[in-house]
């Protein structure tokens, strides 16, 4: 079989996959923007992808838009190279429709099997648009642009003879008239790999080496920003950190804005931590940026305590691999997260809103480490149980685009 993964950023979420399929015997290639430099073993292909200056006169609706169908275009063409100058005629095309790569291709290619990678359905209510008051849009513009933002997605869950969503909850993000083109699984937690390990260490930068058993709170984003509730973890942290003075906070992530609004001026970090200025020691507070998935992994084998947080939006893969390392994780009572994390078994969780919660839920797991021994245990067994990447996830995805 001759299958085509699109995907902008390959392989993102098919990182497992596509190497199974090829493992398979089938015919696997990908087609991907060219400012993406991940190096695979599969044979890749790239589409021109111009950065321009954004146009201060278009509006956000506008340029979503015309940015969905300008890159569908160009994958398009990409494609019909593929067709014309070597020959290649795909059995089944899987796609990310977050990015409008997919819009043309059953034109190029009316002969085979779209699939659909469904990751997230906007809407102008209920979801992330308007979760968070102190950095939401509320007005009429802005249910515009969230709608505009929706008609690619629409358009290619029309398109789709079928589609994978990998939670529950993000599948129900999709209206109803497509909810049944889409089957539930998830891309898959490696648990052979992401273990406990009560050795594990991690050398801060410029700063302390951290073992498995000391007092360390952890949180990752890939941005410190809203979308990840980084604002309440470190509005929570004066009083986290009064209660425990031996903690030390490792905090990774960059500067950017992967979701939602970029700040006006300097970084969404930058500003959170004006707020609590002179009430934290910063020398017990350490900001690793973006890291390495070694150094990813050794921290959250040392980790007493992860926090970790989210509006209703995508689920993050770091949340499920921080409980198959056997994580200690205090989140937020949100809708993505409570259909992994059930309160007082395998986790804690706490209003997003509630930072006075969040500070005396974070200090009573990092006081007294015992008490939270069972729901460890229960934060990995649940990974095992149900995300398992070799048992579980993986065989369901090869059937998945097998047609089997």
């Known amino acids: 079989m001759k299958i085509l993964f699109v995907h902008?950023?390959?392989?993102?979420?098919?990182?497992?996959?596509?190497?199974?399929?090829?493992?398979?015997?089938?015919?696997?290639?990908?087609?991907?923007?060219?400012?993406?430099?991940?190096?695979?073993?599969?044979?890749?292909?790239?589409?021109?992808?111009?950065?321009?200056?954004?146009?201060?006169?278009?509006?956000?609706?506008?340029?979503?838009?015309?940015?969905?169908?300008?890159?569908?275009?160009?994958?398009?063409?990409?494609?019909?190279?593929?067709?014309?100058?070597?020959?290649?005629?795909?059995?089944?095309?899987?796609?990310?429709?977050?990015?409008?790569?997919?819009?043309?291709?059953?034109?190029?290619?009316?002969?085979a099997r779209l699939l659909?990678?469904?990751?997230?359905?906007y809407a102008t209510k209920g979801l992330d648009v308007g979760f968070d008051p102190e950095f939401s849009r509320d007005d009429i513009a802005g249910q515009f642009s969230v709608v505009a933002r929706q008609a690619h997605l629409a358009l290619s869950m029309v398109q789709a003879d079928a589609?994978?969503?990998?939670?529950?909850?993000?599948?129900?993000s999709f209206p109803a008239a497509f909810r049944d083109k889409i089957t539930i699984n998830h891309d898959g937690i490696?648990?052979?790999?992401?273990?406990?390990?009560?050795?594990?260490?991690?050398q801060v930068p410029g700063g302390p080496l951290l073992h498995s058993g000391d007092e360390v709170l952890t949180?990752?984003?890939?941005?410190?920003?809203?979308?990840?509730?980084?604002?309440?973890?470190?509005?929570?942290?004066?009083?986290?950190?009064?209660?425990?003075?031996?903690?030390?906070?490792?905090?990774?992530?960059?500067?950017?804005?992967?979701?939602?609004?970029?700040?006006?001026?300097?970084?969404?970090?930058?500003?959170?931590?004006?707020?609590?200025?002179?009430?934290?020691d910063m020398s017990r507070v350490h900001f690793?940026?973006?890291v390495p998935y070694a150094d990813f992994m050794?921290?959250?084998?040392?980790?007493?305590?992860?926090?970790?947080?989210?509006?209703?939006?995508?689920?993050?893969?770091?949340?499920?691999?921080?409980?198959?390392?056997?994580?200690?994780?205090?989140?937020?009572r949100t809708g993505p997260v409570e259909e992994v994390i059930t309160d007082g078994e395998n986790g804690r969780l706490v209003d997003f809103f509630d930072i006075d919660r969040w500070s005396e839920m974070l200090v009573d797991a990092l006081e007294a480490p015992y008490r939270y021994d069972r729901i460890r245990e229960n934060a990995r067994r649940t990974i095992i149980e149900n995300y398992d990447l070799k048992r579980i996830c993986l065989p369901r995805l090869v059937r998945f685009v097998e047609g089997g």
Request: charged fraction near 20%.
């Open 116 to 121: 659909n990678y469904a990751e997230f359905y």
């Open 163 to 172: 589609a994978l969503s990998p939670t529950e909850w993000q599948a129900d």
């Open 8 to 111: 902008q950023n390959f392989p993102g979420q098919f990182k497992h996959l596509a190497p199974a399929l090829a493992q398979r015997g089938h015919h696997v290639i990908a087609l991907t923007a060219e400012h993406n430099t991940r190096q695979t073993a599969l044979r890749t292909y790239r589409y021109p992808m111009p950065d321009p200056a954004p146009d201060p006169r278009h509006s956000r609706m506008g340029t979503t838009y015309t940015a969905m169908t300008d890159r569908a275009h160009r994958a398009a063409r990409a494609a019909v190279q593929l067709r014309d100058n070597i020959g290649f005629s795909p059995d089944v095309i899987f796609g990310h429709s977050g990015w409008g790569e997919t819009l043309f291709l059953r034109e190029v290619w009316p002969d």
């Open 288 to 290: 690793t940026g973006r």
């Open 298 to 332: 050794s921290i959250m084998r040392i980790s007493r305590v992860h926090a970790y947080l989210t509006v209703p939006f995508v689920l993050s893969w770091s949340l499920l691999e921080a409980m198959s390392m056997g994580a200690c994780v205090v989140a937020s």
């Open 219 to 280: 949180f990752v984003a890939r941005n410190l920003e809203p979308y990840r509730g980084a604002h309440i973890f470190l509005r929570s942290l004066p009083e986290v950190m009064a209660a425990r003075p031996g903690v030390h906070v490792v905090i990774v992530g960059g500067d950017g804005a992967s979701y939602g609004a970029a700040p006006r001026h300097g970084s969404w970090k930058d500003q959170f931590l004006r707020e609590v200025q002179g009430r934290l």
């Open 190 to 202: 490696d648990t052979d790999y992401l273990t406990p390990d009560p050795l594990a260490r991690y």
